[in-house]
């Protein structure tokens, strides 16, 4: 295969690129912005699409966002694609910001308290983490349920305080998703009815600048 690599990354190396990439996170924002750009279809359903992977985004659905994004887009008409790109709202920068602010307004929206904290993490987390560790050995069952019984307080909140501040998110991004589509297929038939308009003006033998009207 050309430019594959003459040796094989190692697994932590494959960890490393996953959690940061070798191209800069800005350039990585350029890519979408111009995946987005350049997607066919009509507005809403970019749009749809895009709102609906931030949505997702937001969610602590990690290992299924791709997945789950693509299903809420299917469900209300928009480009799959455009979700996929939408998820991208969830990346290790903006991991800390979203975790945080999910946890917080969950655990507000679960005691009431807006000054309070659930409070709720495993007492013990070193011995907790050995045990889930020696476990994992095993890979059983006894295992998966020990780290869900032990994350769980952490993700009840976030997956809680997700729902209005994802929803929020992805009305912000269907308004600003739209607009710059509408604004590329508006310049688009522009360009193309002026090459047409052009064109017609050469084959009739009109001056330049001379439009149809004229004739």
């Known amino acids: 295969m050309l430019f594959r690599r003459r040796e094989r990354p190692s697994f932590l190396e494959m960890l ?5 990439p070798r191209r800069s996170f800005a350039r990585s924002v350029r890519y979408v912005f111009y995946r987005l750009w350049r997607l066919s279809g009509s507005p809403h359903a970019i749009a749809v699409g895009c709102a609906a992977g931030v949505f997702i985004g937001f969610t602590p659905l990690y290992g299924f966002q791709f997945v789950l994004a693509a299903l809420l887009a299917w469900v209300l008409g928009g480009s799959i694609v455009a979700a996929a790109l939408g998820t991208f709202v969830a990346n290790p920068i903006s991991f800390p910001v979203i975790w945080y602010s999910t946890y917080k307004l969950g655990c507000v929206m679960l005691t009431g308290n807006v000054l309070g904290s659930c409070g709720t993490l495993p007492e013990g987390l070193a011995g907790w983490g050995s045990a889930v560790f020696e ?3 095993d890979f059983s069952m006894e295992a998966a349920l020990l780290v869900f019984e032990g994350i769980w307080p952490v993700i009840k909140p976030m997956a809680l305080g997700s729902l209005p501040i994802g929803a929020l998110a992805a009305s912000v991004s269907y308004i600003a998703v739209r607009q710059m589509v509408e604004l590329r297929q ?30």
């Open 16 to 20: 490393r690129i996953a959690v940061w």
């Open 135 to 137: 476990r994992l050995m």
């Open 186 to 215: 508006r310049r688009r038939r522009e360009r193309i009815g002026a090459r047409s308009g052009t064109s017609l003006a050469d084959t009739l033998g009109l001056p330049s600048g001379s439009s149809t009207q004229s004739v």
